[in-house]
């Protein structure tokens, strides 16, 4: 089976500096799809960006961006200009492109400092 | 549209009682899905369903019964509820094109 592994249970940053949160899975599989969710408070899961691994270019939404290395089986977030409100819990997902089964890492609580 | 629903938000049970969790989405997504969510482990698949009719077990199913009688509703049901079922319970749905899944608020419970 599919595992993610989040090796930072906490990270911090201050206000407008950048950070990274790291990502590692194992599988035998190609065609699959990596997602970061964010947990704030409010429990409420956000998707914050989603990699094809049939792509070789890394996904970016405005602030977030991630490091998509393959071969390494590493999916990186790195959130630049952080504010306040980025403070929340982060997970790390893979789901198989051929099933429903979609496996999350244990997370990785952010504290942002004003 | 309102998503994905879930209801209630929070349940106290006793050991031994029985009780529905309620999803349901408005998005016509083929998939839906039920994790729980437990301190430092993460979200873990209950059980899912690829379509009205069809529901197939997740990573730790034993305790829990689901069905998919139509498309936009997929009910979880604790069959008789134990203090390790004590969590937050999260519905998800998806279509086969997007493989994001879209999650409702959760459910806290409490078997006591």
């Known amino acids: 089976a599919q595992t993610v592994t989040q090796s930072q249970p906490e990270m911090s940053v201050q206000e407008a500096e950048t950070v990274t949160l790291s990502c590692t899975y194992d599988?035998?599989?190609?065609?699959?799809?990596l997602f970061w969710y964010k947990q704030p408070p409010s429990r409420q899961m956000i998707l914050v960006i989603r990699?094809?691994?049939?792509?070789?270019q890394n996904a970016t939404e405005n602030r977030f961006s991630v490091n998509f290395q393959k071969a390494a089986k590493s999916f990186s977030l790195k959130i630049s200009d952080s504010q306040l409100g980025d403070a929340a819990m982060y997970f790390c997902?893979?789901?198989?492109?051929?099933?429903?089964?979609?496996?999350f890492g244990a997370g990785t609580r952010l504290t942002v400092k004003p | 549209n309102a998503g994905v629903t879930q209801t209630p938000k929070f349940q106290v049970l006793k050991t031994g009682q029985s009780m529905t969790l309620q999803c349901a989405q408005d998005?016509?997504?083929?998939?839906m899905s039920w994790y729980r969510q437990d301190p430092g482990m993460g979200l873990r698949l209950i059980h899912y369903?690829?379509?009205?009719?069809?529901?197939d077990q997740g990573e730790v199913p034993n305790g829990y019964n689901v069905s998919r009688s139509t498309t936009e509703d997929f009910p979880l049901r604790l069959l008789s509820a134990a203090p390790s079922q004590t969590s937050v319970y999260f519905c998800?749905?998806?279509?086969?094109?997007?493989?994001?899944?879209?999650f409702g608020p959760g459910t806290r419970l409490t078997v006591t």
């Open positions: 998800a749905s998806s279509s086969w094109q997007g493989h994001e899944q879209y």
């Open positions: 599988t035998s599989e190609s065609d699959y799809y």
């Open positions: 990699q094809e691994a049939y792509k070789q």
């Open positions: 997902a893979y789901r198989s492109g051929g099933i429903n089964d979609m496996r």
């Open positions: 998005m016509n997504h083929e998939y």
């Open positions: 369903s690829v379509g009205a009719g069809i529901t």
